[in-house]
Structure formats: structure tokens, C-alpha cells
């Protein structure tokens, strides 16, 4: 017996199953990210173990002075190429299916698998309900659910008004654009009481988004918290207040900043 029948379409499509072309080399037959690419391009980095900031074996100096209000960041790759072309295709091509190779790649991420083990749930970082319709997925959500399917609490962080595009936005002024915006689904508020969680999103850049959402769990008194991106900018995070990072206080430093630049 052959071992593709060709005989008809069905069989055909059935046949094309699990084959496809590299998204990045485009060897056939491959995954939608062959083994051989992620060998090449997502060697894992000696990174803070805080902030994620490549280059620094324990905590970098601003985390040590200013830690954020997460414990722990891991991240799987540098964003830039070719990293940056398949999170545009996740995020704005609607490609939900090639979400699971990214996360793929996040589960494999050095401490990623022990922090998914041991969170009580695992938290996608929200999109504004004006985003939500526009692009019509939460890439974040997506990832989670691949990461895990049984902890993820879609609706667990809310955000409360719509933000500009963070992309457009000089560093400072995302983080006051932010203040405010995140809140805890008060369904879920008591189930995080004293719990660890993982919140993914899937790129960070100055941090300011993940700030945001682990202040908000800090005030429904989750314990741990880890922030688990596919991919990480190079830049220091934003967390270089010379105050405690309350969200009054960050937003009197980012206004100080904005006012003084
Ligand atoms: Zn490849
Ligand atoms: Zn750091």
C-alpha cells in the first residue's frame, strides 16, 4: 500500500498534514519554524533574571535599584530578525495557527516550563475592547492557550479605556499612558489572592505594559509573578523611578520626566 493515496482531494489535504515550508528558510518539508532555525536564531542568552536584559547573570544594576513589580522575566529570543517578521505575521495577519510555533519556542525558553509548572494560572496580557474588534484576536491569549490550555484565564486583566498604539509613543509618556489602564476582573480578584502567575505577552519593550498589569495583580495580593514574551527589545526597562513604583508615584516620576525633558 502507497503511503499517501492520492486518489482523491480528501486524501490529498489529509496528506499535507504537518508539512509545510519554513517561515524563516523555507526549507520543505519543515514545521512552521523548522528545528534548524530555532537551533540558529533562538540560542538561549544569559539574561537578568528580573528584567530579561541580555548580558547580566543576577539581577542587572536596575532592577537592583528599582525593582519592578514582577518578580521574575523570561523571555525566548531578541526581537530582530527574524524574530520581528513572524510576530508581525502572528499579530497582524490574524495567523492564530503559527502562534503555536512561537510558543513552541517560549515553552522551550531556559525556567519557562518550571514557572508554567508551577503558577496557579496563567495570564494573557489584555488588548483594549477597540483593539480586540480591530485585529479580532488577542495575540497574548493566543500564546497562552498554547502554553497552557487549562491554567489560562482569558479575562483575568481588563484594560479600562483604549491607549494609543504604544509603538508611536516616546518611552516616558507610554508608561503615563498606561497608569490606570489595567485592572484585575474583580470575578477573578480573590482567586489570585497569595497565588503565583505567569503573564505573557508577546513582545517587551520598555516593560511599561507589564508594569502596569503586575501592579494591578500586586493590589488583589498575588504572590509571584512571572512575565513570560516570546521576544525582548535590548533596551533597559522603564523601571528606573527613584521611587517605589506605586502608581502614583510612577506617574508623578514619568510627569517630573516629561516636564523637565
Ligand atoms: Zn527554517
Ligand atoms: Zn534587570
Known sequence: MALFDFASPANWVQSQRGFSVCSIC??????????????????????????????????????????????????????????????????????????????????????????????HAVLPMPLSPERLRERGFNQALVLARHLSRHKTISDAL????????????????????????MVVNPRHAAGLHQRRVVLIDDVMTTGSSLQTAALALRQVGVRHITA??????????????????????????????????
Not at 525593582?67 to 497582524?92: E, I, M, N, S, T
Not at 491607549?163 to 509618556?173: F, G, H, I, N
Not at 508615584?249 to 525633558?261: D, K, M, P, T, Y
Open 228 to 261: 513570560v514574551v516570546f521576544a525582548r527589545t535590548d533596551a533597559p526597562t522603564l523601571v528606573d523611578s527613584d521611587e517605589p513604583m506605586g502608581v502614583g508615584e510612577n506617574a508623578r516620576h514619568v510627569s517630573h520626566r516629561l516636564g523637565s525633558a
Open 26 to 119: 523555507h526549507a520543505w518539508p519543515a514545521q512552521a519554524i523548522c528545528t534548524g532555525c530555532i537551533e540558529r536564531f533562538a540560542q538561549p542568552l544569559v539574561r537578568c533574571p528580573v528584567c530579561a536584559l541580555p548580558g547580566f547573570a543576577s539581577a542587572c544594576p536596575d532592577c537592583t535599584k528599582h525593582p519592578p513589580a514582577w518578580d521574575q522575566a523570561l523571555c525566548a529570543v531578541a526581537y530582530g530578525y527574524p524574530w520581528d517578521a513572524c510576530l508581525a505575521r502572528l499579530k497582524f495577519k490574524g495567523d492564530s495557527a503559527f502562534a503555536g510555533a512561537l510558543a513552541h519556542v517560549m515553552q522551550h525558553a531556559p525556567g519557562v516550563e518550571n514557572a508554567l509548572d508551577e503558577a
Open 158 to 181: 481588563l484594560r479600562i479605556r483604549h491607549t494609543p498604539t504604544q509603538a508611536s509613543l516616546p518611552k516616558a509618556q507610554r508608561l503615563l499612558n498606561l497608569v490606570g489602564t
